[in-house]
């Protein structure tokens, strides 16, 4: 399998995603939903100019690279100069709005004194696996790669094919030549080539290749290829401008008004990230991806493209502040209650249509966040009536925390464990303890908008007015629990567990977003310095936890934003906006921010489109920006 990392850029509509390379190379290809299926091994395209071997598009030392979104859409250009033949290339990546069919439109222009006869490649190969294995098959204008559940379908709408090599391709077309005679073979990868013949100076040519995927069935191969000629790129790609152009403007809640260059990449940043929400939300389910995968094989980590609902509460927030409150509301009523466990708990991960996801775990925090998100989503829409729909759900998940906490202040617990929020220590953890607080306190406060709701049910009010009182007992004594387990008296800080001891910025958590401590507060104020003194670099970037060695132990976005919360909740929004700085300026050039900041050139490091991270931007910028 082919090694990629990073994607640096994401496009796609409600079915379809695909990421790409900062070189235009097509990484991923993913149907129907945003974690599954992804089809591509590699994608690689190029052209043979005159008597020359194949100059690979994404990947030849004489190609220079320009990329760049249309403005305001998912449509991703990249411009490839070739500069030993003078040949420029125009690639232009969009999916339909109104259709599942990704379209890579090519446009070759000639900006050589001489004539250029160009041929242009693709070399696919699809993941194959024993039990599902690949093989090709020519199709008209191009081929179809099959297995037993789909047909992967490759073709220009316009232009004839001139060659095709569905065996051993990788032996020969290095040399730009490609032949078979078969018209069906069983190799995983094979080839097509498409002659666009002399290109004269000044002159340009352009060449538009579709990808659908279907069922591997003849009928619907072959009306997928009828389709495809009827297909007017140029029209679907302005329907693609008018749908995105249309979907920012309604929700562009902040309306930022650019007053210098680095307030100009604040907004690219926001607009991008407004655009990216929809493309790691499943549409049907309500789940959201963590991110595009970066790696499949788990040789750095235990892979992200899966929706954690403690990261899924947290972009919820950002949805509800861009006024994508019906977004929001389909997580909470479909995807949770739909992969809540019978015991009222939630696993740790799932993929985005609901089933579950490799786990080695669980992590109470996770259960405890969904209540809390139910009621930070009431507070922004004030409908009793979403809360009424979730409330037999919060309530199995409450009573399963009561059945934590219960086990946890017990002399001898039985219960398993928890995982920590980074998933790396096994054991009582400060923000996971904050999170249940915060799930008991908004519960409390859930009874009391619904308590007048019941008032034709007396047994009903009887068992809020009872479950109230047990609530309140126990945030007395979950918050003495914190102060007494957590509060390092050597140290004078709070610490993120009584195993290690280490600082961690996940304790902030208990100030924002749990509200449990005011920041101001002494024992508050001691572990924030402490903090610094630990976990802030050089850089002004804030690194996880002490001896953080995960990527390098690289600052990450996620921390160095909480930190910039608690500076805004502090009263020092001359500190967040420093902190907001590092972030914006260390965001991409396509303005989407990355897990992790290299703290050698400040740049975008590791997973790159963070949901986690674009959703904490979100929040800061409007507590920083959006109350002008």
Not at 168 to 197: F, H, P, R, W
Request: hydrophobic letters at 35%; glycine letters at 4%.
């Amino acid at each position: 399998m082919k090694t990629k990392y990073f994607n640096d850029a994401v496009i796609g509509n409600n079915n379809m995603l695909a990421s790409y390379s900062k070189e235009g190379e097509l990484l991923r290809l993913y149907y129907p939903n945003r974690d599954n299926k992804q089809f591509i091994d590699f994608f690689e395209t190029g052209v043979k100019v005159n008597d020359s071997s194949l100059i690979y598009l994404a990947n030849d030392v004489n190609n220079i690279y320009k990329q760049k979104y249309i403005d305001n859409t998912n449509i991703l250009t990249t411009e490839i100069k070739n500069t030993y033949f003078n040949l420029k290339v125009i690639q232009t990546d969009f999916v339909s709005v109104s259709d599942n069919i990704l379209i890579k439109r090519y446009v070759f222009i000639n900006e050589n004194a001489i004539n250029l006869f160009v041929k242009f490649f693709i070399h696919s190969k699809l993941h194959s696996a024993e039990n599902n294995i690949v093989g090709s098959k020519i199709i008209e204008n191009g081929i179809t790669q099959y297995a037993h559940d789909f047909a992967f379908n490759i073709c220009s709408n316009k232009m004839k094919k001139s060659n095709y090599q569905l065996n051993d391709t990788g032996s020969n077309i290095q040399e730009g030549y490609i032949n078979d005679k078969d018209y069906i073979g069983m190799s995983a990868d094979s080839s097509v080539c498409y002659d666009l013949g002399e290109i004269k100076p000044g002159e340009k040519k352009s060449l538009d290749i579709l990808i659908n995927i279907t069922n591997n069935n003849e009928k619907e191969i072959d009306l997928a290829i009828r389709n495809f000629k009827k297909i007017d790129v140029i029209k679907e790609q302005a329907k693609a401008v008018a749908y995105w152009e249309k979907y920012l403007k309604k929700h562009d809640t902040l309306k930022l008004i650019p007053r210098n260059n680095y307030e100009e990449k604040i907004k690219e940043i926001y607009k991008r990230t407004i655009l990216l929400f929809p493309l790691l939300q499943n549409q049907e389910t309500g789940g959201i991806s963590a991110a595009v995968e970066v790696d499949e094989e788990r040789t750095k980590c235990g892979r992200y493209s899966y929706c954690w609902t403690r990261d899924a509460v947290f972009i919820t927030e950002a949805l509800d502040i861009l006024d994508m409150t019906k977004e929001t509301e389909k997580f909470y009523k479909n995807f949770c209650k739909n992969t809540q466990s019978d015991n009222g708990m939630w696993e740790q991960r799932f993929y985005t249509d609901g089933t579950l996801a490799p786990c080695w775990g669980y992590q109470i925090d996770e259960t405890a966040s969904v209540i809390f998100g139910i009621y930070k989503h009431y507070e922004k829409t004030k409908d009793k009536k979403f809360l009424k729909d979730t409330l037999k759900m919060a309530e199995k998940a409450y009573k399963y925390l009561n059945k934590y906490i219960e086990d946890l202040f017990s002399q001898t617990p039985k219960m398993h464990p928890s995982y920590d929020l980074w998933e790396m220590h096994e054991g009582t953890s400060m923000y996971s303890i904050s999170s249940i607080f915060a799930a008991f306190n908004s519960m409390d406060k859930i009874y009391d908008e619904l308590y007048e709701k019941f008032e034709e049910n007396r047994i009903k009010q009887e068992n809020i007015r009872k479950e109230k009182k047990n609530i309140e007992e126990k945030l007395v004594k979950i918050k003495k629990y914190i102060v007494d387990t957590f509060y390092d008296l050597e140290k004078k800080s709070f610490v993120r567990n009584i195993d290690d001891k280490w600082m961690d910025i996940s304790i902030v958590g208990a100030v924002v977003p749990f509200e449990i401590f005011t920041p101001k507060e002494k024992k508050i104020v001691n572990t924030v310095e402490k903090i610094n003194m630990t976990l802030r670099t050089y850089t002004g970037g804030y690194k996880r936890f002490e001896n953080d060695s995960y990527m390098n132990g690289n600052p990450w976005t996620v921390t160095t934003l909480w930190m910039a919360l608690y500076h805004i909740k502090n009263g020092e929004k001359a500190k967040a906006k420093e902190e907001l700085k590092l972030i914006v300026q260390t965001a991409t050039e396509l303005g989407l921010i990355a897990e992790q900041i290299d703290n050698d050139n400040l740049r975008a490091s590791w997973v790159i489109g963070l949901g986690w991270a674009h959703a904490m931007f979100i929040i800061v910028l409007n507590e920083l920006y959006g109350k002008r």
